[in-house]
């Protein structure tokens, strides 16, 4: 089956943004903070831009507690590695891992 979204990430022989979505990655010394500058020109299929608020949620969805009830094949590993995601501005996403 193919996947509905496209991630952030890309793997070859390093960690790099994948290119679609965001321009940028910048990954903290101890590798814990991952901060995302997400590309400007991203728009979703109704036209309207794609917000680092809008990824916040989605990540939220999938391993925040307050939506236990929404259930996905990678909750409990996303459980395990997310302590937190900001948007501290419009194109910036920050994960923290635990």
Known sequence: MMNLMEGLMEVDTNLKPKACLAE???LSKD???YTFTLRKNV???D???LTAEDVVYTYQLMYHPDYKAITTG???QLE???ANVQAP???TVVFTLK
Request: hydrophobic share 50%.
């Open 24 to 26: 940028k990655l910048a």
């Open 31 to 33: 590798q814990k903070v």
């Open 43 to 45: 728009k979703w299929s």
């Open 47 to 49: 036209g309207k831009p």
């Open 74 to 76: 990678a909750r409990a």
């Open 80 to 82: 395990a590695l997310i």
């Open 89 to 91: 501005d419009a194109y």
